[in-house]
């Protein structure tokens, strides 16, 4: 009904082709007769980005004309993937660009390859850039009026290679043809960094500081249009891209001889936004990586308060008016930032700012490792932003003296919750700073949450009282990664449900527990996963020459490498198999379950141990792969480059997923929800949100396995003090590689190192055991089909809880105090 009344539709199939055509015609300037699958899919985006753009305008200003509260949501990564599917299912008019009568099959196109020619727009790291995407999908389907702030990366996340095992990283610059950014040449915002403070008296005795001199750069928008899914509503998301301030370049150097240095301010400027860093997990404390963050944080708050003032509102009214949420601690000098415009530029006394400051902010916590969490060093922030440090200072002394009288004596709390680390040099402690200038804190899953408050955030627990800190459990859209990356699985599940209502309310997937006895929806249920793997499995072909058989176990797991992830305990667990493989005689290996190992996932370029893990699962890849005694039994598969779009093609096509992080290390993984609503079983430690996923699906249809969160730290404890006998199995898989079985053994040695002789600190022995018997208790429950397909469909249903709409419903209840906007009111 939706669709009738938005500008955004078709009329009707015609009004599409021709919509194609025209595009082809003039604004390609080609011809039909020489249109490719590339033409083909710029043509289509434009004919979509034209429907989508007359919406945008008018949810625009129907936000601006209701005056209601509006959400910022600040992150510095926005791991989008590909716009054009999105916008087709979102505004419903798939199947017509499809139709053959007159669509994309009439023109001769077949529509997965048009939407396959499009390069991932990937401005993240992983689950915290993606999460970011799927709340922009949410908070366009819901209504709310929302605008996503971030930087215009020239360079997204690196492409990764594999050469002769080993990952090489290739520059992904997405931007020679996107039709899905406007750039706004008239919103501009000047930046200014370094500099010194002069600080004087006004005429009522009130000093004032002024922030003068240094280098100044452009800030040029750059709007992304985010349609919401089932309603016109169409969101903004604002990059901004750095310029040289002074334009192209400076003529005045250029005509007095200086060439040279005209052009190296310009590119300095231009280096700020023109690449993503690739450390997703450890802070290195770079000043590009700072002036970045100030960069996009100025650049936001300026246009933020540019429109607040447009009101003519009261300042008083700044948090009635806006709401800022800042995914990590990435965009903390936003609280430093309106502080400054508040005292400094608009001439509020330093109280009445901060309760502004602190009732708009809200601060997502994404990790408790001690290696990523944000400090920046005081000599540094002094040379760069001098005034901010004042600003800190400030800050700093009067929480401190609050705390002071709150707790009258505890110089030792005093230290410890201190934004100023004592250190050489001093640090400033961002995470500190961030829940000092926001009204509310929350971690992303309950443990999370519970972690936070019990560990690093503890004594903010005693100053703030409790009620500061709170849970959003993460969550995912289930347009993308339902609909859009499994549609056969998404109709039949609409076949049951009666409509495709379930992906704007998802909790209406429960009525399908009702089907899960019928043979012929447990018969496509079957039809529809094999068809999934088989896919997977050609791309496997295509693209690793490996062939595996789409009836094996697919064993799947994909995200960033990272020691806490270990994915080396799961390598560790495929020799295990191959050993057990080749010491069987050939009537007991006819016993073994068929697998296929799939990993893959980018290691940060700098990050060694990462490195050395992808070069292990090669390394064991080219041997097992070969070896005639293992044949179909056991395949292993690296699958390169893994992003968001090939996310959507190996999520459907799991069997059985990994999400093995040692307990307490992962704040809530996000993929681990993907895999389930797609009919995959996983197997999980108990950790991040696999623990609400148990709750919620009952522990008869996950995998668990491992040590609790509340066993490591002892465990840790007597590892440092020679406590540590390895597990047999490991001592048997660490002779294996160090034999030489897969190469030169010298190429793996840190990775045994870590376990045998460093401590083994992410506890890799001391779960191996109960991670291999688990893995034999999910080859037996495979064999009974049956019995695994009930618990697939059983898990699927009861998985409406994760669903980001819900969580952006928590965020806008409880801490942004935002409502959706009715889109009828301005019709
Ligand atoms: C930190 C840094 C440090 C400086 C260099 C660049 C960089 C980039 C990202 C980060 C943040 C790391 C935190 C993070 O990604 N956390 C993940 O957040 C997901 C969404 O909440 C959650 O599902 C994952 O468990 C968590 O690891």
Known sequence: AWLKHQVSAFKDKDGFESSFVRHIETTLARSMFNCDETAAYAACSLAFRDRLILEWNRTQQRQTFADSKRVYYLSLEFLMGRALDNAMLNIGQKELAKASEAGLDNLGFRIEDVIQQEHDAALGNG????????????????????????????????????????????PDYWLDFNPWEFPRHDVTVDIQFYGYVHKSTDENGKTVARWEGGETVKAVAYDVPIPGYATPSTNNLRLWSSKAASGEFDFQKFNSGDYESSVADQQRAETISAVLYPNDNLERGKELRLKQQYFWVAASLYDIVRRFKKTRRAWKEFP?????????????????????????????????????????????????????????????????????????????????????????????????????????????????????????????????????????????????????????????????????????????????????????????????????????????????????????????????????????????????????????????????????????????????????????????????????????????????????????????????????????????ASDISEHISTAGTEASGTSNMKFVLNGGLIIGTCDGANIEITREIGENNIFLFGNLSEEVEDLRHGHNYGLHTLDPELVQVFEAIEKGTFGDSKDFAGMITAVRDHGDYYLVSDDFHSYLETHDVIDEAYRNQEDWITKCITSVSRMGFFTSDRCINEYAEGIWNIEPLPVESAE
């Open 320 to 652: 009635d008016q806006v709401a800022i949420q800042l995914n990590d601690t990435h965009p903390t000098l936003a609280i430093v930032e309106l502080q400054r415009i508040l005292v400094d530029l608009e001439g509020l006394e330093w109280d009445e700012a901060w309760n502004i400051v602190t009732n708009t902010f809200g601060y997502t916590n994404h990790t408790v490792l001690p290696e990523a969490l944000e400090k920046w060093s005081v000599p540094l922030i002094q040379h760069l932003l001098p005034r901010h440090l004042q600003i800190v200072y400030d800050i700093n002394l009067f929480f401190l003296q609050s705390v002071e009288r709150a707790h009258p004596g505890d110089r030792d709390l005093l230290a410890r919750v201190s934004i100023i680390e004592e250190s050489q040099p001093k640090m400033v402690r961002m995470a500190y700073l961030a829940i000092v200038g926001s009204h509310k804190v929350n971690g992303v899953a309950e443990l999370h949450s519970d972690l936070i408050k019990t560990t690093i955030f503890k004594d903010f627990v005693t100053i703030f009282g409790p009620d500061k800190f709170t849970n959003v459990t993460n969550g995912i859209t289930p347009r993308r990664w339902l609909h859009q990356a499994n549609p056969r699985l998404s109709d039949l599940i609409a076949s049951k449900t009666g409509t495709h209502d379930f992906l704007k309310d998802l909790t209406l997937l429960n009525k399908i527990e009702l089907s899960v006895d019928d043979p012929a929806f447990r018969k496509e249920w079957a039809a529809i996963k094999l068809a999934n793997k088989a896919k997977l499995a050609e791309h496997i072909k295509n693209t690793t020459d490996v062939v595996v058989d789409p009836s094996a176990l697919f064993d799947v797991q994909v995200k960033r490498i990272h020691e806490y992830k270990r994915q080396q305990m799961n390598i560790f667990g495929v020799i295990h198999r191959y050993l057990r493989i080749k010491a069987a005689s050939p009537e007991e290996r006819k016993k073994f379950l068929p697998r296929v190992s799939i990993f893959g996932g980018k290691a940060a370029p700098g990050y060694w141990m990462a490195k050395q893990i992808i070069h292990l699962i090669n390394a064991v890849g080219s041997v097992v792969n070969n070896d005639k005694d293992v044949g179909n039994l056991l395949k292993v598969v690296f699958l390169e480059d893994y992003n968001v779009s090939k996310a959507e093609l190996i999520i459907p």
């Open 127 to 170: 689950g915290l850039g993606r999460l970011a995407a799927c709340f922009l999908d949410s908070l366009a389907s819901l209504n709310y009026p929302a605008w996503g702030y971030g930087l215009r990366y020239r360079y997204g996340i690196f492409k990764q290679e594999i050469i002769d095992g080993y990952q090489v990283e290739v």
